[in-house]
């Protein structure tokens, strides 16, 4: 059975700390996703990973980094939090090569900057 | 830019009735149209997709309408149930790239 799981369900942290999400996959999936959920916004694409060390932008990067040491793991860095971070964030992943393939995504983490 | 556009944001339907939920895309690049159910406190997963080789889809109660020259798609849940009651997204794919692109959600209310 397909698990993508997430470190966090709810997480709490103060404008300017630094804050790690993380997502492991036991699929051997290549592509790895972070979007954040925001209403009336939808699912948005912050960075996703094609490989171990590869990273690419999404649709809003800005105030993030990733890490991809790992081919099961995938972390999202905001390097100083602030409160217009706060969100529903959802890690995904897929086989390579598959964006014609379902995408599998783990429970998110709801994430509230004070 | 949305890619991928979605409505209504919100739906109420009485319990055994119709939903109908539409998409439409600009990019003719897509090849790939899925759907996903998110219910409260759990990410999305996937309901049904369609290929646009084929303009309609049936698994079980629910339908995906495609017109590929509209360049629009529907989902389409029959017989609605309080426990079809959650959050759709629509989206769309290449087969040449990793991305997807998600519409903005439809919340879907059935009452009984």
């Known amino acids: 059975d397909v698990k993508v799981t997430q470190s966090s369900r709810y997480l709490v942290k103060r404008t300017g700390e630094k804050v790690f999400l993380e997502c492991v996959q036991d699929m051997d999936h290549e592509n790895m996703f972070w979007y954040r959920q925001d209403p009336g916004l939808g699912l948005r694409l912050i960075y996703f990973?094609?490989?171990?060390?590869?990273?690419e932008k999404g649709d809003i990067p800005e105030g993030y980094s990733v890490s991809r040491e790992k081919k099961e793991r995938f972390s999202l860095i905001l390097e100083s939090a602030s409160t217009n971070q706060t969100s529903m964030y959802l890690c995904?992943?897929?086989?390579?090569?598959?964006?014609?393939?379902?995408?599998?995504f783990g429970p998110g983490t709801r994430l509230t900057v004070l | 830019q949305q890619q991928v556009k979605q409505s209504p944001q919100s739906l109420i339907v009485q319990k055994g009735g119709i939903s109908i939920i539409n998409c439409a895309y600009e990019n003719t690049a897509f090849d790939y149209f899925p759907w996903y159910q998110q219910f409260p406190g759990k990410g999305p997963a996937l309901l049904i997709a369609i290929r646009p080789d084929v303009s309609e889809k049936k698994e079980g109660r629910f339908t995906i309408s495609f017109n590929k020259s509209a360049k629009q798609f529907s989902l389409h849940i029959m017989d609605s149930q309080p426990g079809d009651s959650a959050t759709y997204f629509c989206?769309?794919?290449?087969?040449?790239?990793?991305?997807?692109?998600f519409g903005t959600g439809t919340s879907l209310t059935v009452i009984p």
């Open positions: 989206a769309a794919s290449m087969n040449t790239g990793n991305q997807f692109y």
């Open positions: 990973s094609y490989d171990v060390k590869m990273k």
């Open positions: 995904a992943t897929n086989p390579q090569g598959a964006a014609t393939d379902t995408q599998y």
